[in-house]
């Protein structure tokens, strides 16, 4: 049997999504169970993806199958297309798997032409409408079909406007509107040289290839790159009978919600226009009235509303975004989709509808759609304020989250105005490690340089704090202290507004709102953790952000790093004095000195963390990371840790190297340096015993040797820690329970995983430095080239922000599998920056992990998007 | 069963190797024959594993069948260990599977005490012989087991012959070797505190465990290091009973090699000296006489000799290396082993014995090791005179060869001397890309720093030319022109010798050798040829390598880089412009000057390589590479191309990038700039068509994309280099066959090869970016943690030299794999450094690539290695 092509609505079901689009599943589903729909058929996404496949043309044996439909419809309706007795129009719409709200083109009114007008005239005995229609037809096919501006239609309308003194469309007479078309078929044949097509088949058949012609416009490419909607999917087009909402008093059409979608409230939210067609409501030219209203002007319309809308929404389950249409009287139903809501409405009406009976926990945690819980974890402007706010220049949404404060140029200034009591936001060129401080000190950080993944970026989202990143209209001058945007200058102290979700920057003092975490959204978060598979721990290596993290539910620590406490002012002398060490006996007297360091860090975080686990991975970054690379500070560097400046600058030369990220560094420093490795194990135990006789908790730690690629190399690098983990316990008296593991972020790691787990206890996916070796892309490099990679269509998202399943994807599933096979018991978590991804999330739960770990502010997300996972996995 | 750890020499077969390694192998190889060889028994491998994985204790249950061995061999012998009345004495031996000749102990005489001494000079009626014996023995078991320095026993020995007068050690009567005996015995006991051991028992536990102990000395750690030999093989121990060369003139010890080691020549060759132990032949203290003369004073034994020479040569199908003694007039085969031997005798001998029917031609091409014959292939010195060359310093044995000339210290003005007839040696503290002229006419490169990957070891040895890179001894002051070596000032025009071989640098002239490439050489290589798989193409990037290539057997180029070329003097401020060009059209406008160029690089490739194929890749390093990166330079370049400096500066600040490695490179420059690889296209196309038209030769150019991750990249930059293909083709009125394939150099192409091959004609795999992203490793950085790892028995072979077949393998053999899963005749690559290495090649056999392609100069090697491979795998 051959592939069936054309579905008409009672044929299709709203399980046919992929199929027909979601308007035209919906359409047919309404049809299914009983609701006044006007009749009509769909043509499948499957013609649209073979249009683009046989050079845009529509296959003859698909036009076969829309003929056929179209007598049924005729013969359904008693209409006929082009008949002048009783002719059928159609409008034309597109459709897609995934709602894409007003990218696509809508042709109404097809059908008209110089006879079917007049046969229009005659029926509704309206002259003014039909003519008015036809007008509106002709230039709707015309922009949308024929490619010909609007606005030159526009100009020949409100020309006779004009010269008739009307002020009002509706004023325009039958006469005025027939010179009006014949106008507009003078002006198509100017522009294409052909006549405008009179004959409503052909009027059909390019109305359906215009809508597959507009799956590929350019704002429909951008929403979808914007949205991650796959190219490929294709839109269906739906060709269905006309009603008329124009048609007098007695008409109208509206759009409405079973619930609000801007709180939830359980009550209709929706707007009507009396005598209008849809597109009048959507363009916003006149203003509805509240659907309440309905009520009192069509009484019985109303009612049949509320029972279609409360049937609708029973059968869908879900809150209904429907539009609709009264001809004369009589309600049709034109589309029903589950409607778009904030964040905080859907968590209201997803708590709700298990309060009414109507979903279960699993189905209500999966109407939230994770990246938009977002929006309730952090500060957002104050809707109000922001209306008067000016916009000055928009960067990066590094990090989510609306601040304000007085701008600050260097960490160390920022900082003492905090501690002044000031509100601030740090602004600077870029951040670097050194800048700390002043990060954590400020409400909010501006970057004019770096990407999603700069240092920045990084640490402002790990630490949940605002962020634009990388606005390249803002020209910082850090030595003078100011910022320049579009030729105005702000000073030191100025006050700035920064919106970190969409990545704008505000003049002055825009208010806040902090986020509220109880109540339904509480409740909501309760039922993820009871359905979710996969625990969710954080990123953290302070007490503070530990602190933040379990307070949002997170279960331990998954990557806690330890090369941001060695940039600590008090240390950094000490962490450098060790690099420059000529002797293992100076090396060993720096590590001394950083010991009690390391060990009241750790302390801090078993004191927060208790006996939830915490993974503390030993030290990664290559040593030339900790030393200054200008000559100029060579020199101070030089005179202030009593180092010969020729000394120092020849380790500086030393150390450089060409491709550090494929360097020095992680474990291959302790293969060097032994130990480095050695400290930070004592320090690691000696923190976990104080802390457990202090406290009386069962202590476990987790500690993870990084970079590693051979069996022999976390072999060797694993001896050296356990002999000094043995140690301490052995001169302390005391045995606790620890596990050595290892980050798996090295393809090589990845492919040999199963000769790996024979030394690790635990894996850890470090998908940062796997995406970059996976696909050779430098993390601090690839910014430029990937612009060029999305805007090319060759990547559909950026493999930094969600795991590229494909690719890095098969390493970790490769990992995973080979890892158990050779340890069953081997506990598997994810500790990349992905780990905050709900696509990613989605992935490891399917390829079987324990864990994913994510910065303090994405962990409701994550528990979310888990539990998510679950269900839908299930 | 339990296992068995012991085996009597009649137990066992030269199969058995692994298991009772070499010489005991041979040992029970040459008693199944029949040959007169003492008798005894060996410890197996497996024992020596056990004695390390045990902390270094031999277990009781195999000293239980040792003991049930001895007694067996005493029963045979008729002789029993510590008896009085006829004393076993017997030598205890190391023999691992794999020879180490002279690396391991080894005891003689073991079973000698102050009674079974006189035992000994009772049944031989000669106590001078029985005393010295026993001297021997105990400073040989003082040295070996006990560890006390073998000098100190020497100076008790010196002291008494000066003591006495004596000049010669056979002057040494009886009586002054008991005075002796008892000095080494108070010797020893103030050395270690204990008595030395009388009980032969316990002498023999000691000497095994000290065999096993010797496998990890110091010298045997290094001697598997340099020869590849795994460290978990282990050396069995062989006891054997003891027959004595030195019991006077009708005795005697010899070594004999069946044929020539050194020529190959059919004619025994080896020594023989009276009355002596196999230690003095080895050590050379006498002098001994030639073999031959053995026919003169042991006619009897000459011809048992010769005949059981004959025999093991015929049994064993290889020349022998052997050892035997004569003792009292009757010959005992101590050893048999297939001999060492050079390159030259390596390739007669296997050609004689084809030609004796000795072989076939399969194994013949086994006798040849592939590393060994590069020796064939370069320049040597003559060997006489090196004897008289001073040493001046030792670097990296970058690339093979002997050169000798005077040396310059930049690349113009070496290449000036060139012309003036000069033989050059170029002297660099490292080279870059524009030195590739002086080192095109230098006969040789010295350089102080980089590594064996270093740009000088890189080029040279794709261009077979002798280099020695990182010689750290060397200073080289290259504006003034100077090399210093341990205080020795060299001056341009100063002779010096390099040896790339060995990575020796010699003072003044040493006169080299040119190598024979035909006779027998050519006849095992067309043997080779007959029997490999695998095809052998080169890398090559112009007329002159290729042409080499060909002369050494190469099938076509499977790597042409065209980077090289745009370094060319006349061509770098094109690319230049090209690079700083602020439009399309200014970039067109520089390509458009480049075509003609890159036209005519390649129709002299073409020109020489006929019909054989060309895979030609396109741009392939980041464009910062072509600009200069100091201020000064960046300034000097500025007035050269007439671009304003700061333009310059900011374009090379703009392109500098943190992992070069990982960043904006290879056809990642082609998404952003399609018009470079357009304009390359067109070159390629341009010249097969004229080169066609010209010679009449079918020319299908093999197009490379390099740099690889995705299916999508790739079809967008296939999509840009067919059209412009296709154009080329369609303007000149001639159609030509091509193909478009890719590198397959990152993880990800690797991984998701099923979806490349979609797109690719054929795979080329680049071995050396893959193993850097799929180890982490930067081979620009690695140079000094890969040395820690090799140091800490991390790595056994540098991955950059032999592929890492566990992890990249596992890619290359996925990769593989899926490609031709969607592309059944997908053709197969490799173009790495690694496709001229012996076991990589095996390796490519293994996982069915089409070719390898290497060097000119390892062409030879490939084709013998890719024989061995298809004889190994059959």
Not at 24 to 37: H, R, S, Y
Not at 420 to 446: C, F
Not at 505 to 521: A, H, K, N
Not at 563 to 586: G, K, Q, S, W, Y
Request: proline share 4%; glycine share 8%; hydrophobic share 40%.
């Amino acid at each position: 049997m051959s592939k069936k092509f054309v579905f008409a609505f009672e044929e299709g079901s709203k399980d046919q999504r992929d199929l027909l689009g979601g308007k035209g599943a919906n359409l047919a589903e309404m049809t299914k169970i009983g609701l006044p729909v006007p009749q009509g058929f769909t043509i499948t996404t499957e013609v649209c993806t073979r249009y683009y496949e046989e050079g845009q043309k529509i296959g003859e044996d698909v036009m076969e199958e829309v003929k056929v439909k179209l007598a049924e419809l005729e013969a359904k309706t008693e209409k006929k297309l082009g008949d002048t007795e009783n002719p059928l129009l159609v409008s034309v719409r597109s459709g897609a798997p995934i709602s894409m709200p007003g990218m696509m083109d809508t042709i109404l009114n097809l059908g008209l032409n110089d006879d079917t007008v007049k046969s229009m005239a005659r029926l509704t005995n309206n002259e003014r409408f039909a003519y008015d229609s036809y007008r509106r037809f002709i230039q709707m096919f015309s922009d949308v079909v024929l490619e010909i501006s609007k606005s030159k239609f526009d100009a020949i309308f409100d020309g006779k406007k004009e010269e008739k003194g009307y002020e009002f469309d509706y004023q325009l007479q039958p006469e005025d509107l027939k010179v009006i078309i014949e106008e507009y078929k003078k002006l198509v044949k100017a522009e294409i040289g052909k006549d405008f097509p009179l004959d409503p088949k052909v009027q059909l058949e390019m109305a359906i290839e215009a809508v597959f012609r507009s799956w590929n416009n350019d704002r429909a490419i951008l929403y979808r790159k914007l949205n991650g909607i796959a190219d490929s999917l294709g839109t269906a087009v739906n060709v269905q009978s006309m009603v008329f909402g124009n048609m007098g008093d007695t008409s109208g059409t509206g759009v409405a919600f079973t619930r609000s979608p801007v709180n939830g409230e359980n009550k209709i939210f929706g707007e009507f226009l009396v005598n209008a067609q849809g597109e009048d409501v959507v363009a916003g030219i006149r203003t509805p009235q509240p659907i309440d209203e309905l009520a009192q002007s069509f009484p019985e319309v109303y009612k049949d509303f509320m029972r279609i809308s409360e049937t609708l929404e029973k059968h869908y389950k879900d809150m209904q975004d429907m539009e609709f249409t009264v001809e004369r009287g009589k309600l049709y139903m034109l589309q029903t989709r589950n409607g778009k809501r904030t964040a905080a409405a859907a968590v209201k009406i997803a708590v709700d509808m298990v309060n009414e009976g109507l979903i279960d926990q699993k189905t209500a945690v999966t109407r939230l759609e994770p990246s938009q819980i977002d929006q309730l974890l952090h500060p957002t402007f104050d809707q109000e304020g922001l209306k008067s706010a000016k916009k000055l220049a928009t960067g990066l949404p590094a990090s989510p989250g609306a601040a304000c404060g007085k701008i600050y140029f260097h960490a160390e200034e920022a900082a003492a105005a905090v501690e002044n009591g000031e509100k601030v936001l740090l602004v600077r060129a870029e951040t670097s490690p050194e800048d700390l401080a002043g990060m954590v000190a400020a409400e909010g950080i501006l970057t004019a340089r770096g990407g999603m993944t700069s240092h920045a970026a990084v640490v402002a989202r790990g630490m949940g704090k605002c962020c634009v990143a990388g606005c390249s209209a803002a020209l910082v001058d850090e030595e003078k202290k100011t910022l320049t945007i579009d030729g105005i200058t702000y000073k030191e102290g100025d006050y700035l507004s920064l919106d970190g979700t969409s990545g704008t920057v505000y003049e002055g003092r825009v208010s806040t709102i902090e986020p509220e975490l109880s109540g339904d959204f509480g409740t909501i978060m309760k039922w993820a953790d009871e359905i979710r598979k996969l625990k969710v721990r954080t990123n953290a290596d302070n007490p503070r952000d530990a602190a933040v993290a379990v307070k949002f539910g997170a279960e331990g620590i998954g990557l806690c790093r330890t090369e941001h406490m060695f940039f600590d002012e008090e240390r950094i002398p000490a962490v450098r004095r060790m690099i420059v060490a000529d002797t293992l006996e100076e090396r060993l007297e720096a590590l001394k000195s950083l010991l009690p360091f390391q060990k009241e860090d750790f302390k801090g975080i078993y004191r927060t963390m208790g006996e939830l686990p915490v993974t503390i991975r030993l030290l990664d970054p290559p040593l030339h990371e900790f030393l200054p690379q200008t000559d100029e500070d060579i020199r101070t560097l030089s005179a202030q840790i009593n180092v010969p400046y020729e000394k120092l600058a020849a380790k500086v030369s030393e150390l450089h190297e060409l491709n550090p990220m494929l360097g020095h560094r992680g474990c291959r420093l302790a293969v060097t340096y032994p130990e480095i490795y050695e400290m930070q194990a004592e320090a690691i135990m000696q923190a976990a015993i104080e802390v457990s006789r202090e406290t009386g908790k069962k202590i476990e730690p987790e500690i993870m040797i990084p970079l590693v690629g051979m069996k022999d190399e976390l072999a060797y690098v694993k001896k050296v820690v356990v002999a000094r983990v043995e140690d301490v316990m052995k001169k302390e008296g005391m045995n606790l329970p620890y596990k050595v593991g290892t980050m798996i972020e090295i393809p090589r790691a990845a492919l040999t995983a199963d000769e790996i787990a024979e030394e690790a206890e635990f894996f850890s996916f470090g998908t940062n430095d796997l995406t970059q070796m996976t696909f050779g892309f430098s993390r601090d490099d690839a910014g430029k080239f990937i612009k060029e990679y999305l805007n090319k269509k060759i990547f559909e998202v950026d493999p930094f922000q969600s795991l590229d399943q494909t690719g890095v994807g098969k390493l970790v599933e490769m990992a995973a599998k080979l890892g158990r096979q050779t340890r069953p018991q081997l506990k598997l978590g994810i500790c990349g920056e992905h780990g905050g991804d709900p696509a990613t999330i989605d992935f490891c739960h399917r390829v079987g992990l324990d864990y994913v770990s994510c910065s303090p502010f994405r962990v409701p997300i994550a528990r979310l998007a888990a539990a998510q996972a679950a269900v839908k996995n299930a």
